[in-house]
């Protein structure tokens, strides 16, 4: 009985390590949302007197086609930034196991770890300024490749002609994205006991049946986590997006996160921006909801089941 006294008491003064933080980010994550919230009611172009008119910013970007066609550029950035690079990391974080610890020694892993991981750790500014010289239309790496193999007729203003901008801002997020989704697995695959693996080598399963069968099923753990933080991010996506075609060219790559800002700042309308973003993050958290209530009636029936 006094051990468990002793174990609360120290568990009770963790507490006051916890609420700096806690107060933080109540101040300039749950402060700021509402202050945001408030200015969506309002006609404000960001300095000078507010005119408080309700409903009416909501009204006007649910009938502003930009608005919708945002939507949609985000919907797409889904697969680029989330569902590929799950797909791809987990894949290239079940070869990089089964090659480097299996055959060459675990050596190696880190090798590939920092490599994989590398579009992570540059600044996103910096790898937009290299994206937006090989895709330069006038001498850019790509283009002068392409010449080189005798393709110049398929060379173009890449980041110019709305398709394919469209393109080079999803294969920028590929790049991006990838090595986030492969450190993530590739730690799921150190809890792996080996002789499981051994065991399916044994009984003859080739690599992809022990990816379908043994490895995928044991990484579902992760694979919730990366879907979930990533198809978030593509939600949300700004930083990509801004640094290499600034949501141009006429809107074809504008994310919902570029259109709230082009708002506030290019339009001169702090209540359509507020707007803007407080309907981005109610429409998130809808998506958050339900993806926990999902999660939580599949756990109740796998722990009934067993």
């Given at each position: ?68 066609e945002s939507w949609i550029h985000g ?228 722990n009934r089941d067993a």
């Amino acid at each position: 009985m006094a051990a468990r006294t002793s174990v609360a008491r120290r568990q009770k003064g963790y507490g006051w390590f916890l609420y700096p933080g806690l107060g933080v980010l109540v101040v300039f994550f749950f402060g700021m949302f509402f202050w945001n919230v408030g200015i969506s009611f309002l006609k404000w172009p960001g300095y000078g007197p507010a005119k408080w008119v309700g409903l009416e910013n909501f009204r006007n970007i649910l009938d502003n086609q930009d608005f919708w066609e945002s939507w949609i550029h985000g919907a797409f950035y889904v697969i680029p930034y989330a569902l590929i690079p799950t797909l791809l990391g987990l894949v290239l974080a079940v070869a990089t196991y089964d090659a480097f610890v299996g055959k060459f020694g675990s050596r190696l892993v880190p090798v590939a770890r920092t490599g994989f991981f590398l579009p992570q750790i540059v600044p996103i500014a910096v790898s937009g300024m290299i994206w937006m010289w090989m895709l330069d239309g006038s001498g850019g790496a790509l283009n002068t490749f392409l010449e080189q193999l005798g393709m110049g007729e398929v060379t173009t203003e890449w980041l110019r002609e709305p398709d394919t901008a469209l393109l080079a801002v999803a294969f920028f997020m590929l790049w991006l994205q990838t090595g986030f989704a492969y450190v993530v697995f590739l730690a799921g695959l150190s809890r792996l006991d080996p002789s499981v693996l051994e065991a399916s080598q044994l009984d003859g399963a080739n690599w992809w049946q022990r990816l379908r069968w043994v490895t995928g099923p044991s990484l579902r753990p992760e694979s919730f986590v990366v879907l979930l933080f990533l198809i978030v991010g593509a939600l949300k996506v700004f930083a990509p997006v801004f640094y290499l075609t600034g949501g141009g060219p006429n809107g074809a790559t504008m994310s919902p996160s570029t259109f709230a800002i082009d708002s506030f700042f290019g339009g001169a309308s702090v209540g359509i921006g507020s707007a803007l973003v407080t309907t981005l993050a109610l429409i998130i958290g809808g998506l958050l909801g339900i993806t926990f209530v999902i999660v939580r009636l599949r756990a109740r029936v796998v722990n009934r089941d067993a």
